[in-house]
């Protein structure tokens, strides 16, 4: 084991320098030198996490991608309605454009689609689609950190009424604190236009554990991927399968938290340090926040926003809610 972790950071020289300079590696040495060790949810998102979300949003546990779905379709027309002519539609954190083009479908004329996201090469295929099917809209990817709104609205100017997206629950990785600031951000940036949020509502634990566990083991593959993603851009030395997936619905919190639990004592390296994990030590990977309907606009209200209709699903899983800015 310990061999092989020095020939795995001999072998790529590049890798373990990333460690120290890139800001994945950054934030897992900081994780990994903590005493209450965690580490950003966004790092998932490599090109294996990304693939694995998408498997996870096809199973049938996890209800929420395709609630949300379902209800921007039944609705897209009053929300069409709410968004009007000629709009500016910047999408936060967007994946894929699959839920943009649900919008984008009900809409007469919208002007610009702004996806931001960290990487955006993978969106350049995507833009060629969408210009040729929505005609007179030009698709302009931003490469951002969605996590600061208004410095995303203020890199590039508006060309229209301004309507943000921030669909599937990413809302829920922020803690409300960090969902106050991001609500009011969007507010500033948004003015006159407004924000269309998706936000996965509290509900029977048994069903959100469900989602959270799944019995093919993908999220718990989706969650051992940090580490492996570690250990290919990093030059760590994790063992994947020694760390157990650990997802529990935390309801004083109203959030799913995420953990990797170390199922024996281990030694892990990472950027020439030895890190110790007892056995039943955690990395805490992410939290999933979740709202009542009123409870989200209340949220939304204190951020300055002004919540117009939530629609929500007939069995109350999910919710979208329209804010006026
Ligand atoms: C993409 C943040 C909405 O919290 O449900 C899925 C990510 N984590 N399964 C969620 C996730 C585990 C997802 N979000």
């Known amino acids: 084991m310990r061999s092989a972790a020095l020939n795995s950071r001999d072998a790529d020289p590049a890798a373990a320098a990333s460690a120290a300079t890139s800001e994945f590696g950054v934030a897992m040495l900081q994780a990994l030198r903590s005493r209450r060790r965690s580490i950003a949810p966004k790092f998932f998102y490599d090109d294996q996490g990304a693939a694995l979300f998408e498997?996870?949003?096809?199973?049938?546990?996890?209800?929420?991608?395709?609630?949300?779905?379902?209800?921007?379709?039944?609705?897209?027309?009053?929300?069409?309605?709410?968004?009007?002519?000629?709009?500016?539609?910047?999408?936060?954190?967007?994946?894929?454009?699959?839920?943009?083009?649900?919008?984008?479908?009900?809409?007469?004329?919208?002007?610009?689609?702004?996806?931001?996201?960290?990487a955006v090469d993978h969106l350049t295929g995507a833009k060629r689609d969408l210009e040729r099917s929505y005609p007179g809209l030009s698709m302009e990817p931003l490469a951002a950190d969605f996590g600061r709104p208004l410095a995303v609205l203020m890199q590039s100017p508006s060309v229209g009424r301004r309507v943000g997206l921030f669909l599937g629950s990413t809302i829920g990785n922020l803690t409300p604190e960090q969902a106050h600031d991001f609500l009011s951000g969007a507010a500033a940036g948004l003015g006159g236009g407004g924000l269309l949020v998706g936000v996965d509502l509290v509900k029977d634990p048994v069903v959100l554990h469900r989602a959270y566990n799944?019995?093919?083991?993908?999220?718990?593959?989706?969650?051992?991927?940090?580490?492996?993603?570690?250990?290919?851009?990093?030059?760590?030395?994790?063992?994947?399968?020694?760390?157990?997936?650990?997802?529990?619905?935390?309801?004083?919190?109203?959030?799913?938290?995420?953990?990797?639990?170390?199922?024996?004592?281990?030694?892990?390296?990472?950027?020439?340090?030895?890190?110790?994990?007892?056995?039943?030590?955690?990395?805490?990977?992410?939290?999933?926040?979740?709202?009542?309907?009123?409870?989200?606009?209340?949220?939304?209200?204190?951020?300055?926003?002004?919540?117009?209709?939530?629609?929500?699903?007939?069995?109350?899983?999910?919710?979208?809610?329209?804010?006026?800015?």
């Not at 991927?225 to 994947?240: I, K, S, T, V, Y």
């Open 55 to 118: 498997r996870i949003c096809l199973l049938d546990e996890y209800y929420l991608t395709r609630t949300e779905v379902a209800i921007l379709r039944d609705h897209a027309k009053d929300i069409a309605r709410l968004i009007g002519p000629r709009a500016d539609l910047v999408e936060f954190g967007a994946g894929t454009p699959d839920k943009a083009r649900i919008v984008l479908d009900a809409l007469a004329s919208p002007a610009r689609y702004a996806p931001v996201d960290l």
């Open 214 to 325: 799944d019995a093919q083991g993908i999220t718990a593959a989706f969650n051992r991927n940090l580490l492996a993603r570690a250990n290919r851009e990093l030059g760590a030395d994790f063992d994947p399968l020694s760390f157990d997936h650990y997802a529990f619905y935390q309801a004083c919190e109203q959030r799913i938290e995420m953990h990797l639990i170390s199922s024996r004592p281990q030694t892990v390296r990472l950027g020439g340090c030895a890190f110790e994990f007892s056995q039943g030590e955690t990395l805490h990977t992410e939290n999933s926040y979740k709202y009542t309907i009123e409870g989200f606009r209340d949220l939304a209200r204190g951020a300055g926003l002004v919540p117009g209709p939530a629609w929500c699903d007939p069995q109350h899983r999910f919710s979208v809610h329209w804010l006026a800015a």
